[in-house]
């Protein structure tokens, strides 16, 4: 079993930044990688970012290249999105996942919401 927990969405204007948590706990000795998704009302879940949790190899949306950043504290068993220059089009609510196989993930957070103001 995997705990997730995330923390630091919120309300931000357009051109800005916010930097979401997700920590996990549990069987985290076999994680394989972690992402982070987003699901926007009337749309289906989307792979934002994901983390190969050992080589710390990363892999982006098309949509947030460049603006999105995915990374890992090991020790803390932590993953982190910073976003910059977000746009109305970001705006969703924003889901960590926990894999041990890939391209499979078997534990998912909360959902954190994020709101971009135009």
């Known amino acids: 079993q995997v705990q997730l927990v995330e923390s630091g ?3 931000v204007q357009a051109g800005g930044s916010l930097r979401l948590s997700c920590a ?4 985290t000795f076999s994680t394989y990688a ?3 998704f987003r699901q926007a009302p009337g749309k289906e879940r989307e792979l934002v970012a994901v ?3 050992s080589r710390g ?4 949306a098309d949509s947030v290249k460049g603006r999105f950043t995915i990374s890992r504290d090991n020790a ?13 089009e970001d ?5 960590c996942a926990w894999s041990d196989y890939p391209s499979t993930y078997a534990y998912w ?3 954190t919401q994020v709101t971009v103001s135009s």
């Open 34 to 36: 972690m992402g982070w």
């Open 91 to 95: 705006a969703a609510v924003y889901y």
């Open 109 to 111: 957070g909360q959902g």
């Open 57 to 60: 190899s990363t892999h982006y």
């Open 76 to 88: 803390k068993n932590t993953v982190y999105l910073q976003m910059n220059n977000l746009k109305p």
């Open 9 to 11: 969405g919120g309300l």
């Open 51 to 53: 983390i190969n949790w």
């Open 24 to 27: 996990a706990s549990g069987r």
